[in-house]
T-cell receptor, first 113, second 114 residues
């Protein structure tokens, strides 16, 4: 079965500094991986997805993620944090058996002025 | 305007009552899902349906029931058997085509037991 582990439950950065949110996955075959963002009491918005076309994936709002098979990682990065980036971020793997998504426990990103 | 509509946004339930959460979509997606979100636990799959008149249990189905009589609708009933129903509930859809496609989410319903 597929699973994802988000290594940090909470990350705090200063505005204008880089963001790194870490995610490791477990899958018996080549996975589809996603990063979603959730603002308070809202639904989820897709940031980016990896589907084996390219290992470096660019998403919305300046975010990108790199798929590293040797490290089973899919970390999310952004060169310069903005106050509006403060939210909860979820790393997600697609479960091909159920055609459903398996979520990590989430990382709350705090951006300090 | 295509999308997923969840209602109500906030719902209060007394102990021992059943309540039904609505999820309607006009995206023409075949698959629909219900997730439960608790603080620090991510989202957990309750039930899912790939086609009309068919649905399967997810990881935490106990105390919940669903129906899928129409492609557009996938209501979730939280029964009195659910011991800890206070949570944020999210409905999602997927098109039929491929597992590489991202899911689309509604805005959620926050259920509180009073």
């Amino acid at each position: 079965a597929q699973s994802v582990t988000q290594l940090d439950s909470h990350v705090s950065v200063s505005e204008g500094t880089p963001v790194l949110l870490r995610c490791n996955y477990s899958s018996s075959y080549s996975p589809s991986l996603f990063w979603y963002v959730q603002h308070p009491n809202k639904g989820l918005q897709l940031l980016l997805k990896y589907t084996s076309a390219a290992t470096l994936v660019k998403g919305i709002n300046g975010f990108e993620a790199e798929f590293k098979k040797s490290e089973t990682s899919f970390h999310l990065t952004k060169p310069s944090a903005h106050m509006s980036d403060a939210a909860e971020y979820f790393c997600v793997v697609s479960d091909t058996g159920r055609r459903a998504l398996t979520f990590g426990s989430g990382t709350r990103l705090q951006v300090q002025p | 305007d295509g999308g997923i509509t969840q209602s109500p946004k906030y719902l209060f339930r007394k102990e021992g009552q059943n309540v039904t959460l609505s999820c309607e979509q006009n995206l023409n997606h075949d698959a629909m899902y219900w997730y439960r979100q608790d603080p620090g636990q991510g989202l957990r799959l309750i039930y899912y349906s790939q086609i009309v008149n068919d649905f399967q249990k997810g990881d935490i189905a106990e105390g919940y029931s669903v129906s899928r009589e129409k492609k557009e609708s996938f209501p979730l009933t939280v029964t009195s058997a659910q011991k800890n129903p206070t949570a944020f509930y999210l409905c999602a859809t997927l098109p039929a085509a491929t597992v590489n496609t991202e899911a689309f989410f509604g805005q959620g319903t926050r259920l509180t037991v009073v």
